[in-house]
């Protein structure tokens, strides 16, 4: 990209094309092959990321005639930081998942595996909170590591972080480590 291009861009091409970028540099090589599956199951199950290509293909065309759709301005602003989120989340999964090596190969691509993908970024998308989109994305990096835990008790944990609060995860949390544990002393070690 020459200098002139890149000066010309607005921030918020800038961003997603570091977006694409960073999700590019964790795909190269054996790694594209490997969780190619994985990331198209976990795109593919969130409506708004295929409303990304169309308005960053007509942002690209627009940058060239200096002329900015608002309509898309305002959705890129919208999006933006979810866009990177969901990179990051991505990297991240794909990272520990590589590191474990390929005996995870046939579990990562396999159809149980790739729906809880689809369902846990559906709840990873939906989620209020960053907390809870971490319990998403450890479930569903622990899911493809090991299959310790069938699927079918994975899908109702991704269940339960869609219902639940993370306070009523932080109370389960106490009672776990402490059974027999009061309520005044949950809400003591839960409130600091």
């Not at 990209?1 to 861009?9: L, R």
């Amino acid at each position: 990209m020459d200098d002139d291009h890149s000066m010309n861009q607005s921030p918020e091409v800038t961003r997603i094309e570091s977006f694409g970028r960073e999700l590019n540099d964790h795909l190269k090589g054996e790694k594209r092959r490997r969780y190619s599956r994985f990331t198209l199951a976990a795109l593919g199950s969130i409506p708004w990321v295929g409303g990304f290509l169309s308005p960053a293909a007509a942002f690209h065309a627009e940058k060239d005639q200096s002329r900015i759709n608002e309509l898309h301005r305002q959705w890129f602003e919208e999006h933006k930081e979810k866009i990177i989120k969901l990179g990051q989340t991505l990297a991240k999964i794909i990272d520990r998942l590589a590191s474990i090596g390929e005996e995870i190969e046939t579990r990562i691509e396999s159809p149980g595996y790739l729906s809880l993908v689809r369902k846990g970024f559906r709840s990873w998308d939906q989620a209020d909170t960053e907390e809870k989109r971490e319990l998403i994305r450890t479930l569903l990096t622990n899911a493809g590591a090991t299959q310790l835990c069938p699927d079918d008790l994975i899908r109702l944990f991704i269940e339960w972080v869609d219902t639940y609060h993370e306070a009523h995860f932080k109370v389960i949390r106490e009672i776990y480590k402490s059974p027999g544990i009061s309520r005044g002393a949950i809400w003591d070690n839960i409130s600091r």
